[in-house]
């Protein structure tokens, strides 16, 4: 076992073939500037196919926090950052020449884990939502647990998914389920999810990384090439469609629906504000 | 299914799921206070709900519910 990356964000290690990762930031591996530069590191190897001469065969993706997966993007830190950029008095399109560099930077590392030269798999639980679904999506194989659920609450934000959730999310499934996750912001149990094609395999609470383990130790089984091949015929990477959902995101992120939807969410004292909220007083 | 009955077996599981007694929890009681349950727990009761009565619930539609006898109507509504 070769330990490769351990950080506050995720710890990832090459275990004979295959590239573990583990995403362990607290509460919900949001995924802002840190777990970003954390998953940047990685990239060398999803685009070479080696660690220092080893080839990698496999690779599984799975989160020892136990709210879930991932609840997707750092809102807070992206309200801070366009709050102060806001304070500074910078122009709309300076604020969305930020976002795009992001987004750019997101894209790179999304991009790389889907075209990764290997299979992937990966293993869910609890929330799965936003960004950490966009996350999912980029994975060959997905094995979730029966607490898992699965969201898209971008438009509760007046935005749209921006880390490239929409292109790929089409991808797997048909259009009627993608809308109404999309335009309802509802969340999706494990059991539906699989019965709509989005997850492979099912399993009891807990269980995911054991069987996402096995799952991997099987792709190891495979001559390498040929799982390449395959993969890349089944799963092409839709570039375009990513580039109109990347622009839209942009297009969208400096309306005032936004920052305030982003202010409301940095001064929720809910543990997940994304999540539907408890009945309350309007404010 | 009776309203009432669907009401006993939500509390059935209410009480189950986290861990309360069961004679402490009722119908028109709010169930965020009664379980002691924050917005991540609640959507590990929405799970639950969905695998007990095989419906599925959109979150919406449990967004403004307060007690177990409102919720109960919801899943009236789907099962």
Redesign the interface.
């Known amino acids: 076992m070769r330990e490769l990356l351990d950080d506050a964000q995720l710890t990832a290690r090459l275990e004979g073939h295959t590239l573990l990762v583990t995403l362990h930031r607290e509460p919900a591996n949001e995924i802002g500037s840190s777990m970003l530069a954390s998953l940047e590191a990685l990239v060398p190897i999803l685009r070479s196919g080696y660690v220092d001469g080893t080839q990698v065969r496999a690779m599984l993706t799975a989160s020892s926090v136990r709210?879930g997966f991932s609840a997707g993007a750092d809102l807070r830190e992206l309200h801070r950052e366009n709050q102060a950029a806001i304070e500074r008095g910078e122009s709309d399109a300076e604020r969305t020449r930020a976002v795009r560099t992001f987004l750019d930077r997101v894209h790179a590392v999304m991009d790389a884990l889907d075209d990764a030269p290997f299979p992937t798999v990966a293993a869910v639980h609890g929330?799965v939502f936003g960004g950490g679904l966009e996350l999912m999506l980029t994975h060959d194989v997905v094995i979730a647990d029966?607490?898992a659920?699965f969201?898209f609450p971008e438009l509760r934000l007046g935005l749209i998914p921006g880390f490239g959730g929409i292109p790929r999310l089409r991808r797997e499934l048909g259009n009627a389920i993608v809308r109404d996750l999309l335009l309802?912001?509802?969340?999706l149990?494990?059991?539906?999810a699989y019965h709509v094609g989005l997850v492979a395999q099912l399993v009891a609470s807990g269980q995911a990384p054991a069987v996402a383990r096995r799952t991997a130790e099987q792709f190891e089984r495979f001559d390498g090439a040929t799982a390449r091949v395959a993969k890349r015929f089944m799963k092409p990477i839709p570039k375009d469609e990513l580039a109109k959902e990347k622009g839209l995101f942009c297009h969208l992120f400096t309306s005032a629906t936004v920052t305030n939807a982003l202010a409301r969410f940095d001064r929720s004292t809910?543990?997940?504000?994304y999540?539907?909220?408890?009945?309350g007083p309007e404010e | 299914m009776t309203r009432e009955a669907l009401i006993t077996r939500l509390l059935d599981l209410a009480a189950t799921q986290f861990a309360r007694p069961r004679e402490a929890l009722f119908a028109e009681q709010d169930l965020f206070d009664a379980l002691e349950i924050d917005s991540v727990d609640a959507m590990t009761l929405l799970t639950a709900l969905e695998s007990e009565f095989h419906v599925e619930i959109p979150d919406y539609e449990v967004q403004d519910v307060r007690t177990f006898a409102a919720l109960a109507d919801v899943i009236a509504k789907r099962v």
Do not use: I, N
Request: hydrophobic share 30%.
């Open positions: 709210r929330v029966r607490t659920r969201a309802t912001g509802r969340s149990g494990a059991e539906r809910e543990a997940m504000p999540l539907p909220a408890r009945p």
